[in-house]
């Protein structure tokens, strides 16, 4: 299993991003995946999650109506669309495939809820 993230960068507040994960070894359709992001000096949070089992999306409170969790089993990938950035997003973002339902992810997470995770990708909100 191999998750490679990109898309990352800087952007001024008010600005978007679209991340991008490329997942290899295994079939999306038939995995929950999600994102979670780590901030300097703060716990590692659960952003969103899809959930195979329902197609149900979940989000953090912090980024709903915000942030989009899509994928596309064509390709294989997973993406997040972030709009309306704030400096409190800037964070290294995670692709991961978790081990505990979505539902249960979507607050203060640990890597052992994870199966697998990829190297991150920075993103900075800031003028």
């Known amino acids: 299993v191999q998750l490679v993230e990109s898309g990352g960068g800087l952007v001024q507040p008010g600005g978007s991003l679209r991340l991008s994960c490329a997942a290899s070894g295994f079939t999306l359709d038939y995995y929950d995946i999600g994102w979670f992001r780590q901030a300097p000096g703060k716990e590692r949070e659960g952003v969103s999650c899809?959930?195979?089992?329902?197609?149900?999306?979940y989000y953090a409170e912090s980024v709903k109506g915000r942030f989009t969790i899509s994928t596309d089993n064509t390709k294989n990938m997973v993406y997040l669309q972030m709009n309306s950035l704030k400096p409190e997003d800037t964070a290294i973002y995670y692709c991961?495939?978790?081990?505990?339902?979505?539902?249960?992810?979507?607050?203060?997470?640990?890597?052992?809820?994870?199966?697998?995770w990829g190297q991150g990708t920075q993103v900075t909100v800031s003028s």
């Open positions: 899809v959930s195979r089992r329902d197609g149900r999306t």
């Open positions: 991961a495939t978790p081990l505990l339902p979505c539902n249960s992810l979507i607050r203060t997470v640990r890597l052992t809820d994870f199966d697998s």
